[in-house]
């Protein structure tokens, strides 16, 4: 069963001549638990694709369907709560709380669903991100791959179906970088989830099950066996 | 791009909105300061032209002077100019009369019109010692005019005059229904030699500008071996110099600096909290300039030369309308006329505009340096990695074991960066201690006037000689048309009295039903009904030298009075004063008529009922019209009223603006991370709680603060302004104290909802991309 559907999303920006068109009619599916990978130049729409699936941005036209669920179609709090609950996001820039320590920051979309933490899942996390000598430290007093091994933990903590990661390795040095990938992918076969991963690294791109090529705003590549149409 | 300098006005295009609202927090600042000492400089020299007017441009008075030392004095260096001055019949109680009317005598030098007083002159002044200047009230009730041959007739025979002109006195004529002359000196002495009086002139002095006239008096004193009763210094004009040595005008001076400081601090916490907020950026920014080059000393270059930027901008649009304010205010002041009409209307405040300027310039400076300073701690990487400054402000993780993660982040937030902690809450804090302290002055300029007592006659009658006015006249004073209340006092001076306290001499005086009632508000202990009810109870009025309290006892005329209530003011304010109801009166000192009664006229009174009520006096008693002083007393109290609260009201804006936008800038620092929160699936409900939660840390740590330190000074204020002067008890001012917490609760409520509506309305991508 497809996890995610991405029906005839556009975006443009501006109207006019000033018009920039960001997204022409992008259309696929994924399904559960594959690891993709989107690549493209800068500029080509790929973090605007990713925003869109994240209902981080509205489209111009398109729906997007998550576990069959019509993301566009819901409201604002409908939204945030799915959001929280449904997809987990690692950003390139980290984006961590800087006020909150390492095993917070991690609980911090379950303390905002008003839940209590699931220790022993928070353990197991830390230790599956080699965190555990860490969870008392601020962000600030971490290096680069340890916030962003944070950022993947938080991303983890509510057992999202899909993880949505943009250039997760983009802050990060080739050994950081691999193994941070190393976690994903492990993380994504030990709790089954969708992750759909920007990446601008080849040799990161090919660890991924598909490879999604993006450029001027259309997918020219779907990758694997896919049987979807291209826009 | 000429050099890397040009990126200033390029930067400053591209960061418009974030730069909008620190010039518009520039722009108030200096608006604000700009217009408040503009204002109190234009209110000074309105005060000092109307003390010059009502008491003259002279410095210091001598009595019992020798000629010698006079002629010594005036060719003092230090003298500007002198003049001799003499008066018969100022207690208008002698029979000096001119046409019938009773007259009061000046005999003076023509410097003494031309610089010591201030007075409007119509015609020349005596060219000989057969000419005299009268007082302009002398047209209506004389008739007489300039050229015009009068008589004054003295106890021992009558001179005839002619009118060269007309000149204004002190009020002393018209008060007293009677008219000035002002002759010279010879002419004085011809008159003194006429009914064998010894002249007692007074000789006048002004000093010459830039003179310390404290020390000069002093030397004087010292050179002439002067007594300290036979020198009377021109109080009122000295103390607005800053030479007034009485402590009024100290702790005056004292508590206006102290408000003054207050405003500065206001302007510059206001810079300081709004560049303050978005220095995370800025660091970055400068971090960045430093990772492609810059050198330490072109970064602080470059951050004065944009601060600069924004001054010159700014500072012009704070300074011109501050000015305009105060042409404004100042129009509207004279419009309203009494001493107001002493206020200029264009004039340029130096020090006002000075004030502003330097608020803004230094501010901005100081307050600038601080981001580049920042900067040069910042490490390249981090400086551009996008982690830097946000999180390295942060020393200890939030407490979420407690409380919702909402509510300790936004706690933490607030108290978090000490830095911004402080500027914000001592801003929330100033404002309300700028509100208290001005509360507490309205309250002194209440003190200060007291026309605006209930019991405040239009009109005074006053009993001549030894002929009291009796309780018939009362009666029939009260049948008159256009009267709307009349009320008598009986009063007896200087009775010998004896008390457990040290006391010498009393006063006794009647109120009665009304009067009493009007006590009631001035009460600042005991109880008013035991002095209403029963005979042998009297009220007495707080001064300094009265040590009379409620439960002493005073005995006088071989009987016993216990005062039951003392009051902060009265008809009389001076020497110990005891009132008593008409039966108390009687029963201390026998006499049971009145010395002075006391009517108030409907607001449409008509001119002949008050002539009426002129005609039924004439000839016995003595007669003051108190409208006009009344109305310009009502007026200046008004208008001080309007200054205060209009002062208020600014303050409270401020603290309104100065609130939402703080919580404002702050939200746009943090954008980034509430986008990224708003992202892992924080509801907009929770990052509006969250908001509203820093919001009401800084509100209740400001309110605390601000409360604890403006009390201290509110005291202060009203102790050293009001109860040393009219005994009011200090009380804890709960309507100011409600007033502003409501407000600054307020300004926090719309300060959570501005930027939360900002955010909700934009994209959650756009709050992380935001930079």
New interface residues.
Partial sequence: MDLLEVRSISKTYGSGEAAVHALKEVSFSVPKGEFVAVVGESGSGKSTLL?MM?A???ATSGRVFIDGKDIFAMD??KL??F???NIG?I?Q???L?????VE?NI???V????QKPDKRYLEELLSVLNLKERR?H???QLS?GQ?QRVAIG?ALM?RPSLILADEPTG?LDSKNSSEVIALLKETSKIYEQTIIMITHNQSIAQSADRILSVSDGVITDLGGAANEKLS | MKSYLSLIPISAEVHRRRNRMTLFCIIISVFLVTAVFSMADMGYRMEKADMVKKHGKWSVCLYHMQQEDAELIGLQEDVESTAWYDVINSETDESYYINDKVAILYGVEKGYLANMVNYQVEGKFPKNASEIMLTPNAREITEVDIGDKVTISTPSGDIGYTVSGFCDDDGSAVLGDAIGIYMDRTAFYNICTLNSRKETPSYYIRFQKGVNVREAITEMKDQYGLKEKNVVENKGVLGLEGYGGSNMFVSLYGIAAVLFVLILLAGVFMIAGSLNSDIAERSRFFGMMRCIGASRKQIRYFVRLEALNWCKIAVPAGVIPGIMVTWGGCAAMRFVGAEFSEMPVFGISVIGIASGVFVGILTVLLAAQSPAKRASKVSPAAAV???AG?????R???D?RFS???TA?GI??AV?ARKNLVLMVCSFALSIIMFLSFSAVLDFAKSLLPSIRPYEPDFVVVAQGKSLIGKDFLEEVGRQDGIKRVYGNMCSSCIPAEADKKIEKARVVSYDEYMLQCAEDEIISGDISKVRKRKGYVMTVFNKNNPLEVGDKVRLNGKEAEVAAVLSEGLFADEVTLIGTEDTFTWLTGQNQYTMVQVQFHKDVAAKDIRALRDLADGKYAVTDQRQINQESNITFWMLRLLVYGFLFIVAMITVFYIINSISMNVSARI??Y????????????LTKMIAVEAVTYAACGGVVGCMAGLPLHYLIIHKLVTRYSGIPWNIPVAAIAVILLIVSVSAVLAVYVPAKRM?KM????T?NEL
């Fill in positions: 925003n994240g981080l941005d509205t604002d709090s945030t709560v959001r929280r609950r996001f950003f820039a980290f984006n709380i800087p006020e909150l320590n917070q609980m911090f979309p303390l905002l669903d008003y008392h601020l962000p600030g680069g916030q938080r509510t802050n | 990695s996008g982690n946000n999180m390295r402000n942060v200890h993780a939030a979420v919702k993660v909402e982040l933490h937030h978090s980034k991370q986008g990224a929160m708003r992202a892992i699936g924080m509801s907009m409900h929770q909700k994209e959650i991508v756009d992380i």
